[in-house]
């Protein structure tokens, strides 16, 4: 189900704040549900290599912990720098029975 409907989703949810480079011009918070989903939501936005390392870094090392996830992956995020100042993201939650939570976020200025 996520494979069918993710890009719509995201679409409907914040594509009109995608520039013309598309989805990787955004840094990328995506619930680390397991590895599949983040298989799935690489391979249908065609993500370039990277762009989840934060939630595959999460996974590997604290697994699913529900929720609280997406807070470990934003921390990993901004550890690694690869949250620009004043640059657009998404903060992708996909959970039980298949339901999609987006929300654009926007790093403040330092």
Known sequence: MVRDNI???????VGKHVAHGGWNDL???VHPGG????????DRLALAP??????R???SEYGNMSGASIIF?????????????GGLGVMLGIGPGISIETML??????
């Open 7 to 13: 890009e719509q989703c995201l679409a409907e949810g």
């Open 27 to 29: 840094f990328w918070a």
């Open 35 to 42: 590895r599949k989903i983040l298989d799935v939501v690489e």
């Open 50 to 55: 990277g762009k989840l390392d934060a939630s």
């Open 57 to 59: 870094h999460v996974l």
């Open 73 to 85: 992956v934003l921390d990993e995020l901004r550890r690694r720098g690869d949250m620009p100042s």
């Open 105 to 110: 976020l926007r790093v403040a200025a330092a």
